[in-house]
């Protein structure tokens, strides 16, 4: 491919079905990468798009950035992932395209799920099933932020209630903070961090918000827990008694 280049409809399509207008984050995203040319791969090569001025040179020694929307479709020539991320140092968004690449104009979409249009109440988008939600309140008990942990999925994310933005969380850094705040050393889930989906029934609502407090330090997005109750969570489980269950 010839770059720069203007995106293609098909690509500006999905791109706008996982940048819903409804929250600021991905409006203004949107926004951005409209007025952006694609310069060109990223470090993965093909569907790994560089979006930003044209005059924009890529630098693949940047970390990837965060994730801001992803989604998976279904389509009549196979399935679609795409996942968009935030803008680097140099002002420039990477855009993921695997499954099928370069896309077709004539594409039809059967189904398709994003976490982009999630909010409490519905189940785990990609999977169909039950979530767990856990509410962290301001001191005037209005709900801030709500913690979503599927264990179909064994995903887990938070809602903005103020901006409707859904950020996903990393797995193993939670589950560190999880296991942080019991002072519990478990090789188990070190090595494998999704069991933590399997042992959910042994946590507290209090321990999560605890577990999100400690991760909010120490992750790249920050979350404004200034305003926010966290209650003492339980007490810790001792590994000697663990023996005995």
Request: some cysteine; charged content about 20%.
């Amino acid at each position: 491919m010839t770059f720069p280049r203007s995106l293609s409809f098909a690509e500006l399509e999905f791109i706008r079905w996982l940048l819903p207008e409804h929250a600021d984050v991905y409006a203004r995203t949107l926004k951005t990468i409209e007025a952006g040319y694609v310069i060109g791969e990223g470090r993965w090569g093909l569907g790994d798009l560089m979006i930003g001025h044209n005059n924009t040179q890529i630098d693949r020694s940047l970390s990837m950035m965060s994730i801001i929307a992803v989604g998976e479709c279904s389509t009549n020539l196979g399935s679609v992932s795409i996942s968009i991320h935030e803008p680097n140092l140099d002002e420039m968004i990477e855009v993921q395209f695997s499954g099928i690449f370069p896309l077709p104009e004539h594409i039809e979409v059967i189904s398709g799920w994003t976490y982009s249009y999630w909010h409490p109440g519905l189940p785990c988008p990609s999977t169909g099933q039950e979530v767990r939600e856990v509410i962290l309140y301001t001191t005037t008990a209005i709900p801030r932020y709500t913690i979503v942990l599927s264990p179909s999925s064994k995903t887990l994310w938070c809602y903005d209630h103020s901006t409707k933005f859904n950020q996903l969380l990393t797995v193993t850094g939670f589950m560190d903070e999880l296991l942080r705040t019991h002072g519990l050393r478990d090789a188990a889930l070190v090595t494998n961090p999704t069991k933590m989906f399997v042992q959910l029934h042994n946590y507290s609502d209090a321990d999560i918000r605890k577990a999100f407090s400690e991760y909010a330090k120490v992750t790249v997005r920050k979350f404004d827990l200034s305003d926010i109750v966290i209650e003492q969570h339980s007490a810790k489980t001792s590994l000697i008694s663990k023996l005995f269950r």
